[in-house]
């Protein structure tokens, strides 16, 4: 089992800067990909960002040059850097973390956050 807590949600004025946080937690899982989604008001979920173990990052193309994810691997901990806001920015984020027992070739369960809401208004 992971379990993944997140932090950070809050109102954010336009064209402003915020960072959201998501530390996961396990025993005896090996993590991989950890990344982050969104879903907005009436919105299917979609992908932010995500980042391998390895430190490969991927970005929705909306959020190209303006997000920044990184992690922390000894805590095992993703962040999720945002600037120049705006309200389409204005959603539900969830983190996600790929994991599975510590056994080559073992089979992944993708573990979800409970979600923080980040609000971008004046």
């Known amino acids: 089992q992971v379990q993944l807590a997140e932090s950070g949600g809050g109102l954010v004025a336009p064209g402003g800067s915020h960072r959201l946080s998501c530390a996961a937690s396990t025993d005896n899982q090996c993590i991989s990909t950890m990344g982050w989604y969104r879903q907005g008001a009436g919105e299917e979920r979609e992908l932010v960002a995500s980042i391998s173990s390895g430190g490969t990052t991927n970005y929705a193309d909306s959020v190209k040059g303006r997000h920044t994810i990184s992690r922390d691997k000894a805590k095992n901990t993703v962040y999720l850097s945002m600037s120049s806001l705006t309200s389409e920015d204005t959603a539900v984020y969830y983190c996600?973390?790929?994991?599975?027992?510590?056994?080559?070739?073992?089979?992944?369960?993708?573990?979800w956050g409970q979600g923080t809401e980040v609000a971008v208004s004046s």
């Open positions: 996600y973390a790929d994991a599975s027992v510590c056994v080559h070739g073992a089979s992944e369960i993708r573990y």
